[in-house]
């Protein structure tokens, strides 16, 4: 069995000209990066198509170690639609190096359905996150020059200061530090860490920007903390929004590259699901909307992560009206979540599979919640039996929930026809169902306790003390009607990792809120979630190699 590496080195790549030219962009419109990387101009998004077509959002079950697939299904679903007729194009966000170098390996789909060059996208790619990087990390540096200023200082009372740096790597060492040496030259010591670039509220600006001034404007709004008499600081006091703004010029700009199959991708921001808002930029979602009938984008994680966030946060400011929503499954995930060890997924296990298809229920309630009548993509394995796919085509029968097999892994486009279909008549019948789960008007516990009952299942939220003290900042600053990105683990729909396929009557714990007032929301930190990852025993980076003529090896 080949590897995603080697078929994505077999493809035949078209110049990005030509695949800019399906999308009816000049070649003098775009500028490249080499012979197969090419970013938009803004100037392309028109507002008045952006509602006029249709917009399909691509999520899961909650996560397991066995993979669901939602990239692939994502990109194989595009080259579907595509060899059905319908211009489509996928909007996806760029990987982390982190995820890359650590656990989960690459992030440009898999097997037959991947974006390419995918050594390119997993690595560096075109910069876009070394420049978050660099802007997040101006206005560290610019907050701890203006505490050792003596002429120009603000009076930032140091114990108040919540912004930390941010490097795109798995680094648990860099979590909490203490920095500054004090004396003349070394630095006000204070304690503070770091965060990966993907959970950096600079990111979660970008994608949620719609031009270089709402750009300037939102980095403006950073707040940083408060001054010794009580007064709040943000990043425009210290002038900061203008130098940012420009280190991020050709960072807001959306990247277009290709699928396997010449399908136009566009790939864009890279915010994670479980401590961000989890999907690509608004700006690219808008860009894809005005330059071609059907557009396939995903969010992180499952239903009440990643999609929440994208229907609640990213949608409403964005005014997008979602047309479909796609719930990605598997054999395998789901019998993990009925009880099978990793070892013995691959071992037919129908019961195990019936088990596990209450975490399925749930999310297909939980995008009922929205409005929505999810359709099933049953992304295929190898090792999946007659048997264990006949427990979920009877179980959804019974139910009315359309579904289809993907089979886009092993066969590309030709794999999806089936699930492309019903989500294009899906789609079409859909303009105006899309409704959000809360108003932004309501109390940020509301909001918190909206999401945690009926998304995670939860019986109620508990806050810290900490959390309760954030709760009166917040209100202190006239934040209370800004959206919530609550962070969370991925691993269930509880806060608590080892509660696995549908827990209930559990209690949603809010330790703390961090506030991100210049990306508009504010971040409820459930349980014990890290906003930097560390590695595993065994990192992703050992088997990552180049040779002697520069080719690499390992990404998968």
Not at 204 to 232: M, Q, S, W, Y
Not at 359 to 381: C, G, Q, R, S, T
Not at 484 to 498: E, F, H, I, N, Y
Request: one cysteine or more; hydrophobic letters at 40%.
């Amino acid at each position: 069995m080949n590897k995603d590496i080697d078929i994505a080195r077999a493809a035949k790549m078209l110049p990005i000209e030509q695949i800019a030219a399906k999308l009816g962009i000049d070649k003098e419109d775009i500028e490249t990066y080499g012979k197969y990387k090419a970013k938009l101009p803004l100037s392309l998004i028109d507002e008045t198509k952006v509602n006029k077509n249709k917009l399909i959002l691509v999520t899961a079950i909650t996560p397991t170690p066995a993979g669901e697939g939602k990239t692939t299904t994502s990109i194989g679903l595009a080259q579907g639609m595509n060899k059905l007729g319908y211009k489509t194009t996928v909007v996806l966000r760029e990987p982390s190096l982190g995820p890359v170098f650590g656990i989960k390996g690459g992030a440009a789909g898999g097997g037959h359905a991947q974006v390419i060059p995918m050594e390119d996208i997993n690595l560096h790619f075109t910069g876009d996150l070394s420049a978050v990087e660099k802007a997040h990390n101006l206005l560290a540096a610019l907050i701890d020059n203006n505490l050792q200023s003596k002429t120009r200082s603000l009076g930032l009372d140091s114990r108040t200061i919540k912004w930390k740096r941010v490097m795109d790597m798995n680094e648990r060492s860099l979590r909490d530090i203490v920095i500054g040496l004090g004396g003349e030259t070394q630095g006000i010591p204070r304690e503070t860490g770091f965060d990966i670039t993907a959970a950096s509220e600079i990111m979660a600006i970008l994608c949620l920007a719609r031009d270089v001034e709402d750009l300037k404007t939102k980095l403006g709004n950073i707040f940083i903390g408060f001054t010794h008499d009580r007064k709040p600081v943000y990043a425009r006091d210290l002038k900061a929004q203008g130098a940012m703004a420009a280190l991020l010029k050709d960072a807001i700009k959306p990247n277009l590259v290709q699928t396997l199959e010449n399908t136009p991708a566009i790939i864009h921001g890279g915010p994670f699901a479980n401590i961000a808002q989890g999907t690509n930029s608004l700006i690219a979602t808008k860009m894809g909307l005005s330059l071609s009938d059907f557009v396939v984008t995903e969010a992180g994680f499952a239903s009440e992560l990643g999609a929440e966030k994208f229907f609640d946060i990213k949608s409403q400011y964005g005014n997008l009206t979602p047309n479909a929503a796609v719930l990605v499954a598997t054999i395998r995930a789901l019998k993990y979540h009925g009880g099978v060890s990793l070892k013995e997924l691959e071992i037919s296990n129908p019961e195990a599979v019936k088990k596990g298809l209450a975490n399925l229920d749930k999310h297909v309630e939980n995008l009922k919640y929205f409005n929505f009548k999810p359709i099933v993509a049953i992304n295929k394995f190898n090792t999946d039996t007659d048997e264990e796919i006949e427990v979920i085509a009877e179980h959804l029968n019974e139910q009315g929930i359309k579904f289809a097999l993907n089979e886009a892994w092993g066969k590309g486009g030709d794999g999806a026809l089936e699930l492309a279909q019903i989500v294009v008549d899906t789609a079409n019948a859909c303009r105006t169902c899309f409704q959000p789960l809360y108003d932004f008007e309501w109390s940020i516990e509301k909001k918190v306790e909206t999401i945690a009952t009926k998304l995670y299942g939860a019986a109620s939220v508990e806050y810290s003390l900490k959390a309760r003290n954030d709760l009166k900042v917040i209100a202190e600053l006239g934040l209370e009607k800004l959206p919530v990105c609550v962070a969370k683990t991925q691993k269930s729909l509880s806060d608590k990792p080892g509660l696995k396929n549908r827990p209930s009557g559990f209690i949603v714990n809010i330790r703390e809120i961090e506030i991100a007032a210049g990306a508009g929301f504010v971040v409820p930190i459930a349980g014990e979630i890290m906003r930097m990852p560390g590695l595993p025993e065994v990192p992703s980076s050992e088997f990552i190699d180049i040779d002697k003529d520069g080719n690499i090896s390992g990404l998968f």
